[in-house]
């Protein structure tokens, strides 16, 4: 069984070990760097972007967590998804860049603004995966603005990208680990 990691510094870490555990991987609550080196991905999770970017510098995170993502799987959902992006926006920030993607914080609005939708998501996603529609979770969620050439997108909602792959890494602006429908987290153990 494979062993993923889920950062558990900031976030509903709790819910994405649930979600991996139900797609078939053995979840670990990654607390400190020296832990990258037992797992075989990472994901990390939503949260607020700017606390958790502090928390990752405070901690020395940030260079492991780059070198880790260039030889293995990273998957962000919202705040992580910010994290993964080449640029960021609304305002800049830095990121660990190993996407392809620029992305706007907290474009869709306030927290008041959150919303659960249902996606139809891209035909390489329902091959890959199951067909169906795919529950989204939005919570003051990014907007991914540019795709570069090397991201796909799985899926989008209202004319924006909110599920991109590039390589082995995964991004998503909502929060699959809060339905029940695992498709997103077993795409994900699929690049392990």
Known sequence: ?????????????????????????????????????????????GGESTTMLKLLRFEGWMDKLAEFGRVKPIFGTCAGAILLAKDVSNPTQESLGLMDIGVERNAYG?????????LNPEPDFARRTAP???????????????VGNGARVL????????????????????????????RVHELFLDKL
């Open 155 to 182: 899926a989008s909602y209202a004319g924006d990208p909110v599920l991109v792959e590039q390589g082995r890494h995964l991004a998503a602006t909502f929060h699959p680990e809060l339905t029940r429908d695992a």
């Open 1 to 45: 069984m494979k062993k993923v990691g889920v950062l558990s510094l900031q976030g509903d870490f709790a819910a994405h070990g649930d979600a991996l555990a139900r797609a078939g991987a053995e979840p670990v609550y990654v607390r400190d760097p020296e832990q990258l080196a037992g797992i075989d991905g990472l994901v990390i999770p």
């Open 132 to 146: 169906g529609k795919l529950e989204a979770v939005f919570i003051r969620a990014p907007i991914i603005r540019r």
């Open 110 to 118: 306030r927290q008041v603004d959150s919303r659960v939708t249902s």
